[in-house]
T-cell receptor, first 112, second 114 residues
Framework: TQLLEQSPQFLSIQEGENLTVYCNSS?????LQWYRQEPGEGPVLLVT???GGEVKKLKRLTFQFGDARKDSSLHITAAQPGDTGLYLC????????????WGLGTSLAVNP | GAGVSQTPSNKVTEKGKYVELRCDPI?????LYWYRQSLGQGPEFLIY????????DSGLPNDRFFAVRPEGSVSTLKIQRTERGDSAVYLC????????????FGPGTRLLVL
């Protein structure tokens, strides 16, 4: 069974601090996605990484896919209160398998 | 709005009752997914439709759960003889149906079984 372990589960930081969220698995994924979810809403896709070693930047967010395509990280620089939310990683084994394997999420609170 | 919509937004029912949850996907999206999300957890895959057919229903927890998409658009998730453990947020997502495409999620239906 494919599993994605996400850490930390909870994170409370002050505005302006940096943070990193990790997503790890013993399985290889063809792609990995990061989502952000706010209370009462569904997850919203932030980025998809598909190539081992790939780094993508989205403003203050930097996403990295491990060389072996088993792990990924999300780094936020100078966090702002608007970054508060649940961050989820989800992996796909690709091909005809459309099922996403999800991590448990990291609940981030950025305090002003 | 052109997003995925789900109704009802909240549903409270009693143990043993039957419930139906509806999902309206984005127009033109051929793929539709149902997930279940418990408090403090990530989404858990239930079933995926490509058009009218269920391409993968391996995530349905037992035979009390059933989903249909008769015309390849709207989908209904049906839960028979509800149990307290069925309480969760049921999320629906749709996509264009091509490999690697983005899934767009609805706001979910919050089901509470008393």
């Amino acid at each position: 069974t494919q599993l994605l372990e996400q850490s930390p589960q909870f994170l409370s930081i002050q505005e302006g601090e940096n943070l990193t969220v990790y997503c790890n698995s013993s399985s290889v994924f063809s792609s990995l996605q990061w989502y952000r979810q706010e209370p009462g809403e569904g997850p919203v896709l932030l980025v998809t990484v598909v190539t081992g070693g790939e780094v993508k930047k989205l403003k203050r967010l930097t996403f990295q896919f491990g060389d072996a395509r088993k792990d990924s990280s999300l780094h936020i620089t100078a966090a702002q209160p608007g970054d508060t939310g649940l961050y989820l990683c989800a992996g796909s084994s690709g091909g005809n398998n459309r099922k996403l394997i999800w991590g448990l999420g990291t609940s981030l609170a950025v305090n002003p | 709005g052109a997003g995925v919509s789900q109704t009802p937004s909240n549903k409270v029912t009693e143990k043993g009752k039957y419930v139906e949850l509806r999902c309206d996907p984005i127009s033109g999206h051929t793929a539709l997914y149902w997930y279940r999300q418990s408090l403090g957890q990530g989404p858990e895959f239930l079933i995926y439709f490509q058009g009218t057919g269920a391409a993968d229903d391996s995530g349905l927890p037992n035979d009390r759960f059933f989903a249909v998409r008769p015309e390849g658009s709207v989908s209904t998730l049906k839960i028979q003889r509800t149990e307290r453990g069925d309480s969760a947020v049921y999320l629906c997502a749709s996509s264009l149906g091509t490999v690697g495409e983005t899934q767009y999620f609805g706001p979910g239906t919050r089901l509470l079984v008393l």
